[in-house]
């Protein structure tokens, strides 16, 4: 079995070795260690040069990352919790975000800062929260989220989470926040043969929508739908992103077995700039859109989708709901935790109550 | 000797020109947004900045259009930019504050800069290069806590980059002795960075002792320290001195980098540099004001429909 953290640790040590361009920077990097969820382990073992072990400095740090893009390397920054992306806000907000469109495109800023977010693990309200949503929105920024996924798509559409780490590493030419769920670390890359249950299908990138955008680098991140394998057409969308796929994706299972509602499930992988064209197809065809995110409600990329898929589809949508944190902090307590986060039972309760 | 002279006075006085023509004309509508002018500090631009080699990175902050000008900038895409022209150093997309040519670079946002020119200069380090960076930060920089992360790690990782702090002693309207505790020398030297401090306005002491520092950081590879007590005779931005006027006068009788140097040039030279300047700057203001406005552009759309999604 190969989890997620298998995939990125591999995308991570593949790209030090193809360019040696890639730095990585953050804190506790080194071996044995190798980082607080030891997605960069072996790294400093291999390659001790260019694994640079930080003090804690998070903004710092971030900011040394921005430097050496500016001069033409291509620095992997560390964040050890998502939660620490708030200490950093200034660097992608007013640093590395501006710098090539107020340098009228004269500069590119080739980083990637992957941290983990969310919650299930009991660590409390500074170390459960998923964050990216306060990023979402910032013009210049990229924000990518792993999952569990992978299938090939067209041309050379990254199939996984690992090779869409690698993509953003050494293809994209501008700056990325790479958001990995805590949860997926040990959860299973699923394909086509490992979900027997499912049919998986990677949305090409659309070329069109490119060449309108070139500013940041040409869009390279896949959208995947699932479908349950055999069932009749969907009556409605499903929306997820990272850990909370896996949860819509069993959700959508238990609709399909136990209340014989058929709903379609589409995973972006790109939160920022939203690409929203996917979700917007599927809910056109199955009149119904459900959005789930794991990060609170009010003001979030659910909130978004669903008003570009309103926007886009008018009176042709004919229902959508939100399902996503609770706008409270995570509690530490775990009976406490599952009451504030979304679960699996709560996504079949409201797509239920939807058809 | 004297050749060297009348360059470090014609630098100075271009900035100084450049500046004063900058003020008289925001007031006439001329410009637009907001800067920050340098007068009275000319002599540590062009004191730090006659010392670099050509392909060594100066990183500037909101106060930077004398850094840019020493630089090598050119006077009229400075011009354009404030004016927010397209033929502005960044297109008219940055402003006063948002620059960069070649290898200067500057940004609005106090503190968040001096970890980016380390970085900047751990690259050059590791591509090994041989450049060194100069970023030059203000007292009043010296409240952001990622001033004290960007000094810890240029020491630990041995930076190639030289601090120039440009004591002004008023951060806005507020005073040092309202801003800042202790000493700022042990700022630096608290994290192993050795520091060098004058209190001058002389472009002859501050050249001699800024190439000291930037000769130890080449051949060291490591970060120093360069503190320059000055003092601005201008308003932080444009009308906005809260400082009675005889503190100013007396500050431009007794500390004007220009006066002190001009003493030591020739009457007709100086003069001769004076009208040339002139002429230089008042063609290129008078260019950049014929120059177009920049119309939201192929660039500008792209950047738009890149925060949209197009459905």
Known sequence: ?355 | MAREYEVLYRSMYRIRCFEETVLDNFRRGLFSGTTHTYIGQEANAVGVLSNLLENDIVFSNHRGHGHYLAYGGDLRALFAELMGRASGVCGGRGGSQHLHYKNFYSNGVQGGILPIATGMALAEKFKGSGAVTVVFLGDGTLGEGVVYEALNMAALWGAPILFVLENNRIAQTTPIELAVAGNIPARFTAFGIPNRELDSSDVLEITPLAKACLEEVRKSSTPRGLTLHTFRFGPHSKGDDSRPVEVIERLRRERDPLMIHASRLPAAARKQIEAEVEVEVMTAFQQAQADPYPTPSEGTQRAEAEAKSIV
Request: charged letters at 20%; proline letters at 7%.
């Open chain 1, 1 to 355: 079995m190969t989890t997620v953290l298998d995939a990125l640790n591999s995308a991570l040590h593949q790209a030090f070795a193809d360019d040696e361009r890639v730095y990585l920077i953050g804190q506790d990097l080194l071996d044995p260690y190798g980082g607080a969820f030891k997605v960069s382990k072996g790294l400093s073992s291999a390659y001790p040069e260019r694994v640079i072990t930080t003090p804690v400095s998070e903004a710092g740090l971030t900011g040394i990352a921005a430097g050496m893009a500016l001069r033409g390397l291509r620095p992997v920054v560390e964040i050890m919790f998502g939660d620490f992306v708030a200490l950093i806000a200034d660097q992608l907000v007013n640093h590395i975000a501006k710098f090539r469109w107020m340098y009228n495109n004269q500069v590119r800023v080739p980083l990637v800062v992957r941290t983990p977010m969310g919650g299930r693990r009991g660590y409390g309200p500074t170390h459960s929260q998923t964050l990216e949503k306060i990023y979402l929105g910032v013009p210049g920024l990229r924000v990518l989220a792993a999952c569990t996924l992978q299938a090939e798509g067209t041309n050379s559409q990254p199939a996984g989470p690992g090779e869409l780490l690698y993509h953003a590493i050494l293809r994209d030419d501008d700056p990325v926040l790479f958001i990995e769920n805590k949860l997926l670390y040990t959860a299973a890359i699923q394909n086509r043969e490992s979900m027997a249950e499912f049919t998986i299908q990677a949305i090409p990138v659309r070329e069109s929508s490119n060449r309108v955008r070139a500013l940041v680098t040409e869009d390279y991140a896949p959208t995947y739908t699932l479908n349950i394998q055999g069932a009749p057409s969907p009556h409605m969308t499903l929306a997820a992103y990272g850990y909370m796929a896996e949860l819509a994706r069993e959700a959508l299972a238990r609709l399909a077995y136990e209340h014989e509602i058929f709903g379609e499930l589409v995973v972006p992988t790109q939160l920022a700039p939203p690409r929203a064209e996917a979700i917007v197809a599927s809910a056109r065809r199955t009149g119904r859109l459900l959005v789930i995110e794991e990060g609170s409600l009010t003001l979030g990329w659910g909130a978004e989708i669903a008003a570009q898929a309103c926007e886009a589809l008018g009176p042709e949508l004919k229902c959508v709901r939100r399902l996503a944190g609770r706008d409270l902090p995570v509690p530490a307590s775990p009976p406490l935790e599952a009451w504030v986060l979304p679960g699996v039972d709560e996504i079949v309760q409201l797509a239920k109550s939807m058809v």
